[in-house]
Structures are given as C-alpha cells and as structure tokens.
C-alpha cells in the first residue's frame, strides 16, 4: 500500500523555524520527484516546492524562495523541508505528494500530484 | 504565473444530475491540466490528468475534457459520495497553480 505520512508541524512564532519530514513506503521512492503543497485554513491549494529524484535540483515558489529548503535522503525514502523565518502567511497544513516518474535519466509527463500524504498542520502566530 | 479561474464557486444538484465545472487558465497550459477532489479533513484525491485521462480507479461517471485555455470536469450521474470541493491544477510550467475550488452540494 502506497503510504506518505507527513510530521513535524506544531505551532511556531513568526522568524521561527520548524522542519517538516514526510516518510513514504510502497513504492519506488528514489523513483519519483517529489513536492511540498500547502492548503491555508479554508482556502485553497497552493505548490510550495519540488525536488528532484536526485536531490541536486530544487524549485520554490516565489513566496517561500530563500526561506524554505527541500531536501531528500532516498536511502530513508524521506522528504524534508526546512521552513525558516516563518510568517504568520505560512499557517496551513502541509502535503508531500509525489511528482514525475523518473528512471534512466529520463522522466514522464506526468508532473500532477498522484499521491499524497495526509498532511501535518504549521501554524504561525505570537 | 498562470492564473486558474473556475466556475461556479458553488454548485448545487441532485443525485443523477449531470453536472459540470469549468475550468480557464490565464494562458495555454497545452493538456497539462488535472482534476482533484477534496473532501473535508482529506487530501486531495487526483481524478483526471493530461486534462482527459482518467486515474485509475476513479468512477467512469468523472470525465475531463478541453485543451489550451479552458477545461471541463463531467460528473455524469451525481452521487451522494461525490459531495466534496473540486479543484483544477496546470502542471505546464512552474510554479504549478490551482483553481481556487468549486464547491458540489448534494440538494
């Protein structure tokens, strides 16, 4: 069975900094792209970062550029992301979800979200 | 960045109704658009992606259609089960962006 559990998320005061960590098993992990998407309370989804199957390649976006970090470690099929100088903006629950299929160097098409975790909760406030 | 519209915010219908949500990007994201649904205190579930191919295991009554700049999602015999909010999403090019919802009530 396909799981990823996310963890890590709490209560954080703004300039702060916590770090999410996703585990995942039943599939090919190292295989896969892998990204962070954030939901605000009653809002809607937004994609916060992507990563490579290597780990050597990282995207953000605009809003967490230069704060946030992902990184991987294929070997403990494991997603991170470093969230620092945390902004009251940031509150939401977070999800890994998987990206593209990569294999040989060359990845599919399929960039869409087809699995995700069930997400952990960041909220930032004084 | 590529702006996602869709519409309505919020539907209302009867089991066995036909309905359908629109979905409009701000530029051509080719077919490179896929369908959620999202129900409360869960994660988004993928129903459709390359705007028309249907993920596997999701009911035959969900179908995507469309290309470029505008995109429909087909309930076509609502079910109660499918009460949830439905969310669009371009994966053309980065950062990937999503509908803002459309929210599918059961009367």
């Known amino acids: 069975e396909v799981q990823l559990v996310e963890s890590g998320g709490a209560l954080a005061q703004p300039g702060g900094s916590l770090r999410l960590s996703c585990t995942a098993s039943g599939f090919n992990f190292s295989n896969y792209e892998m990204n962070w998407v954030r939901q605000t309370p009653g809002q809607g989804l937004e994609w916060v970062s992507n990563?490579?199957?290597?780990?050597?390649?990282?995207l953000y976006a605009d809003s967490v550029k230069g704060r946030f970090t992902i990184s991987r470690d294929n070997a403990k099929t494991s997603l991170f992301l470093q969230m620092n100088n945390l902004r009251v903006e940031d509150t939401a629950v977070y999800y890994c979800?998987?990206?593209?299929?990569?294999?040989?160097?060359?990845?599919?098409?399929?960039?869409?979200?087809?699995?995700w975790g069930q997400g952990t909760l960041v909220i930032v406030s004084s | 960045d590529i702006q996602m519209t869709q519409s309505p915010s919020t539907l209302s219908a009867s089991v066995g109704d036909r309905v359908s949500i629109t979905c409009r990007a701000s530029?051509?994201?080719?077919?490179?658009l896929a369908w959620y649904q999202q129900k409360p205190g869960k994660a988004p579930k993928v129903l459709i992606y390359?705007?028309?191919t249907l993920e596997t295991g999701v009911p035959s009554r969900f179908s995507g259609s469309g290309s470029a700049t505008e995109f429909t999602l087909t309930i076509s015999s609502l079910q109660p089960d499918d009460a949830a909010t439905y969310y669009c999403q371009q994966y053309n090019e980065y950062p990937w962006t999503f509908g803002q919802g459309t929210k599918v009530e059961i009367k």
């Open positions: 530029q051509t994201t080719r077919n490179w």
């Open positions: 990563i490579s199957t290597s780990g050597r390649r990282a």
């Open positions: 979800a998987s990206g593209r299929f990569c294999a040989d160097g060359v990845c599919n098409t399929a960039a869409y979200f087809q699995k």
């Open positions: 390359e705007a028309s």
